[in-house]
């Protein structure tokens, strides 16, 4: 992977690029990959099959860097979601930054339709985390907390400012990465919660219909580009929110 902005580097580790200077600030992350025509899914309903090599390694720095993964439930069932597992490279740059275990993964989930023996929850070396709102079914909440641990913010919908309020102060879980769906990544952003976006362009015109990156947002979002990286005619961007 080489840089392209700011100041050029001919060979970047993914880690490197998207360390922040101070890996323990609270900072909070949207990872996404689109083609060029911003498709967010091929045909088959999934994201997996657009991105690359390169884009897969910026993924695992991602989380690699964060202490909590976020991510909606309808994701966790497209997408067929396990706990968060390290490459060893990748393990030992975690532990260098303080960061002793793996990312624990949150889902974002208000009816708690989850497979609570599943490897997310059985597997897990950091427990899964449910975020969720009062209003969820009793007997659904208690088998997630059987399963993990749960945090409840809102009545009768989930209160995200509420909610990484709770899981940075009640878990520790101070660095987020949101890996969707689109739904969540425009909640987070209508709510003032996202610090930046790192979005993959992926070199691909997707047929058919497709969703947007942010879902549909009630007012436009100016964005601050802070770097540029490319391997294999994938661009990384990452932005600042405004």
């Known amino acids: 992977m080489r840089r392209l902005l700011p100041p050029p580097i001919a060979d970047v ?73 390290l490459r060893p490279d990748l393990a030992a740059r975690r532990r260098a930054d303080g960061r002793t275990e793996p990312a624990a993964i949150v889902v974002v989930s208000r009816s708690l339709a989850l497979d609570y023996d599943a490897p997310l929850f059985t597997e897990a070396q950091t427990p899964t985390v449910v975020l969720t709102c009062a209003a969820a079914p009793a007997e659904r909440r208690a088998a997630a907390t059987a399963a993990g641990r749960v945090v409840v913010a809102g009545d009768a919908e989930v209160d995200l400012v509420a909610g990484v309020a709770a899981l940075r102060d009640e878990l520790g879980l101070v660095s987020l990465v949101c890996e969707g769906g689109p739904a969540l990544n425009a909640a987070l952003l209508e709510a003032g919660l996202v610090d930046e976006l790192c979005v993959t362009v992926a070199p691909w015109l997707v047929a058919g219909g497709h969703g947007r990156l942010a879902g549909e947002l009630a007012a436009d979002r100016r964005l601050e580009l802070l770097q540029v990286c490319e391997q294999d005619g994938e661009l990384y961007l990452r932005y600042r929110v405004g």
């Open 13 to 85: 580790t993914a880690y490197d690029a998207y360390r922040p200077a101070d890996p323990h600030a609270p900072l909070l992350r949207l990872d996404m990959v689109a083609s060029v025509d911003g498709a967010v899914t091929r045909a088959d309903g999934r994201s997996g099959g657009l991105g690359g090599p390169g884009d897969l390694a910026v993924f695992a720095a991602l989380r690699a860097l964060a202490d909590g993964v976020l991510v909606g439930a309808g994701t966790v069932r497209a997408e067929g979601y396990g706990p968060h597992r």
